[in-house]
């Protein structure tokens, strides 16, 4: 099939459901639709076989299959639609990897509903807000969320980048700014989550392997954005995925991954629309989409120099009106096969093909439970609240509590005893 966006998958429903409308008038009796439906759709009571859409969680990944999720699809601009950019890639061997983790994306992790014990991999492309900002949230909730097992993250370092902005060094902040959080959570739940291990890649080497695990091999390319920016290219079971990060077109890109299986590259908006919509500068709006980032028709040559067997496109914001001009620019280029990623777009990956859905995902979710059994380090290691701050506690509340307390014990059969210090 040749390209099939969504714009046009609509339109052509639309064309079948007025043929399926025309054939039903035809039909001089009714009965004979619904059996036709009945044979087609299962029984009215059972589960239907062929789902359109994805519900996370109902299906099993096969042995040989990818699935890969546009958590965050869209831009540093927060908004309610759209996350910034995070993609997580789950392997019929049972690895999962996320891809950046822009501002606005945990939630929407969170959303899948997966034990964080599994995806404890996450590799960062450049250590910008929109691809970065949601990994100290991921890392500090992950106590109260049960993750059980170490956070390994990998982001870029070295070749010439200055030592106070390479990734360690981010890291080594990032739990500096929240040694508050750290200190005061010891001792009152499992706080085991808070290993952290950094990795840190040489972003301007190219095609060099980062990760080697499992079958599961990843690559780092050199990108052209400012300088500390990596492209990734993800191998595994004869499957290929490219995932750009940001970047302008460029030669490693182009050599690495031709005819890759899924190729997931930035394309950001035209000079025009980011002037009206996010109301750049002419200079500004010129500047950002032809200097630092692809924007479509960059995106389109860079797809028609590599020809993947199925292309996505995404940071930019997604709309009913931007989605036309940025098809037709990009159509104007190339022809081959691309979606324009919306937050929870969905891609099974295999060797046959890839298919598209969307995900329809639980908006009051919780956290899942937690692979092992969890435990507080009881003794001296709690954290004390100071007398002085206690002081404040009104005694008249001891009876609340004590009543808490003495139900509790009898539902769980415990006996925990109130005391707001050890
Ligand atoms: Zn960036
Ligand atoms: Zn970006």
Redesign the pocket.
């Known amino acids: 099939m040749k390209t099939m966006t969504l714009y046009r998958q609509t339109a052509r429903v639309m064309k079948l459901a007025i043929v399926a409308f025309a054939a039903t008038a035809l039909l001089s009796t009714g009965v004979c639709v619904n059996n036709a439906l009945a044979k087609k759709g299962g029984s009215p009571t059972g589960a239907y076989s062929d789902q359109s859409v994805y519900y996370p969680g109902t299906e099993e990944l096969a042995p040989d299959e990818m699935r890969v999720i546009a958590v965050g699809s869209g831009m540093p601009m927060p908004r309610l639609k759209q996350a910034a950019a995070c993609f997580l890639i789950e392997l019929g061997n049972g690895d999962k990897f996320i891809f950046d983790m822009g501002n606005g994306s945990f939630e929407r992790i969170h959303a899948l509903g997966i034990s964080l014990d599994y995806l404890d991999k996450v590799f960062i492309t450049?250590p910008?807000m929109?691809?970065m900002a949601d990994l100290a949230t991921f890392y500090m909730t992950g106590p109260q969320n049960n993750r059980s097992v170490p956070l390994r993250v990998w982001g870029p370092g070295g070749g010439g980048m200055r030592s106070e902005w390479s990734f360690k060094t981010s890291m080594d902040h990032m739990e500096k700014t929240w040694a508050w959080m750290k200190g005061t959570l010891a001792g009152l739940i499992d706080t085991t989550a808070f290993k952290l291990e950094v990795t840190e890649y040489d972003w301007t080497k190219v095609n060099n392997i980062i990760y080697e695990d499992n079958g599961v091999v990843i690559r780092s390319l050199p990108a052209i954005?400012l300088e500390g920016?990596a492209s990734f290219i993800l191998e595994w079971n004869g499957l290929k995925l490219a995932f750009s990060g940001?970047t302008l077109p460029n030669k490693w890109w182009i050599e690495h991954t031709q005819g890759v299986d899924i190729s997931i590259h930035e394309c950001f908006f035209t000079p025009a629309m980011a002037m009206e919509k996010w109301k750049f500068s002419s200079m500004e709006a010129i500047n950002a989409v032809t200097t630092v980032h692809s924007n479509p028709q960059y995106f389109a040559k860079v797809m028609a120099m590599t020809n993947p067997k199925h292309a996505v496109a995404y940071h930019f914001q997604n709309d009913f009106d931007t989605l036309p001009i940025i098809m037709d620019a990009v159509q104007e280029i190339y022809d081959g096969p691309v979606d324009y990623a919306q937050d929870f777009m969905v891609w099974n990956v295999t060797k046959e093909g890839t298919r598209t859905r969307m995900a329809v995902v639980n908006p009051e979710g919780y956290p899942p439970a937690p692979l092992e059994e969890k435990s507080i380090e009881a003794g001296g290691d709690r954290y004390q609240t100071p007398d002085s701050v206690l002081a404040g506690w009104p005694k008249e509340f001891d009876a609340v509590a004590e009543k808490i307390y003495t139900d509790f014990n009898k539902e769980q059969g415990t006996d925990y005893k109130f005391q707001l210090k050890k």
Do not use: L
């Open positions: 450049h910008h929109d691809h954005h920016t940001d």
